[in-house]
């Protein structure tokens, strides 16, 4: 009996300004495949604090590093795929991917951080082209 590799994760790509590739998770077995198995250790990676959503990963570009407003763009995505997208402002956890880990027995969906910083965004998508939304 041959095992299959799991699917993968069905993702929402958005660009932004300068060329940036944005990802989010369509559920939450894609955000577990998302965070752990599709970003790399230097792409940035974020979440709506405290409210379940999308888990966001903003590829890294060789030898460019995204500025603020570029930062702040991909955190308002990950407010906008959230069970906040209402709300005036979101508090969004902001790191690079590679200090999120899955702990072992959490559900699925769950990931841990180890550091990186939190910013007040409004939730929206306008700045950003979408492209789809498709298997990474």
């Known amino acids: 009996m041959r095992e299959h590799a799991p699917p993968e994760p069905r993702v929402i790509r958005y660009?932004?300004?300068?060329?940036?590739?944005?990802?989010?998770?369509?559920?939450?077995?894609?955000?577990?495949?998302?965070?752990?198995?599709?970003?790399?250790?230097?792409?940035?990676?974020?979440?709506?604090?405290?409210?379940?959503?999308?888990?966001?990963?903003l590829r890294a570009q060789e030898d460019e590093e995204p500025g603020k407003e570029t930062l702040r763009q991909a955190?308002?995505?990950?407010?906008?795929?959230?069970?906040?997208?209402n709300a005036k402002t979101v508090d969004v956890h902001c790191t690079l991917a590679r200090h999120v880990r899955?702990?072992?027995?959490?559900?699925?969906g769950t990931v841990s951080v180890a550091k990186g910083k939190n910013m007040i965004v409004r939730p929206g998508v306008t700045f950003a082209r979408r492209l789809g939304e498709g298997r990474e």
């Open 102 to 108: 899955k702990p072992r027995g959490v559900k699925t």
């Open 15 to 57: 660009e932004l300004p300068g060329g940036w590739l944005v990802l989010a998770g369509a559920s939450d077995e894609d955000n577990d495949a998302l965070s752990t198995g599709v970003a790399k250790p230097n792409d940035w990676w974020f979440h709506a604090a405290a409210v379940p959503g999308s888990h966001v990963i």
């Open 75 to 85: 955190a308002a995505i990950a407010a906008w795929h959230s069970k906040a997208r």
